[in-house]
Structures are given as C-alpha cells and as structure tokens.
Nanobody, 122 residues
Framework: VQLQASGGGLVQAGGSLRLSCVVSGGTFNRYAMGWFRQAPGKEREFVAAISSTQFTHFADSVKGRFTISRDNSNNTALLQMNNLKPEDTAVYYC?????????????????WGQGTLVTVSS
C-alpha cells in the first residue's frame, strides 16, 4: 500500500489549501484515513480523521476551519484547510489504518505518505 500526499504550499494567513492523499494498493474503502502534522521542533500531532463510513473527527485546534472527506471511487482522502493561521505551518502527513473506525493515535495507522509542506505566512 502506498500513499501519495500533495497540495501543500505557501499561503497567507486567512487563505486556504486543499491537501490530497491518493492511496494505491490495498482496499481503500475499508481504511480509516487520517491526517497528522509536524511543525518544526515539535512532535507529530493528530489533525483529522475519517472512517470508512464517513464519520469524522478533528483536533480542537482545527475544528471549524478544516474539513476531511474521502472519494472512494478515486482512492483519495482530502483535507480542506480554510482560514489558515501561521501556527498551521507544518509538514502534513496522510495515513491509512487497516481498520474502519476513526483513531487519533498515530501508532494505530499502518501506512503513511511522505508528507507535504504547508507554510502559512503572517
């Protein structure tokens, strides 16, 4: 199973970006998908997750600004990020868990993408 994340870039505070994660191999519609991020000098943290049945969960820091969705026909998970803040600057990683339910613990995820850099300028 391979995950390819894309969509990162440089954006001004208040702007938006959409991250994509394409999964190849495996059975995408059975996986829960998660997004994590790691800011410079900090540990990786949970951002958002979506179950195989479209249940979603978000970190408090992004609630109301980020949405997560999945397109099972294209084996893709999406993270729409609106009203971005400088503190959202990080490398964003997508991950797949070979289990249908949502999980915030990165140790539960089986497959990881390579990360995509999001930089938010003030």
């Amino acid at each position: 199973v391979q995950l390819q994340a894309s969509g990162g870039g440089l954006v001004q505070a208040g702007g938006s970006l959409r991250l994509s994660c394409v999964v190849s191999g495996g059975t995408f519609n059975r996986y829960a998908m998660g997004w994590f991020r790691q800011a410079p000098g900090k540990e990786r943290e949970f951002v958002a997750a979506i179950s195989s049945t479209q249940f979603t969960h978000f970190a408090d820091s992004v609630k109301g600004r980020f949405t997560i969705s999945r397109d099972n026909s294209n084996n893709t998970a999406l993270l729409q990020m609106n009203n971005l803040k400088p503190e959202d600057t990080a490398v964003y990683y997508c991950a797949a868990e070979n289990y249908p339910g949502v999980d915030t613990r990165e140790s539960k995820y089986d497959y990881w993408g390579q990360g995509t850099l999001v930089t938010v300028s003030s």
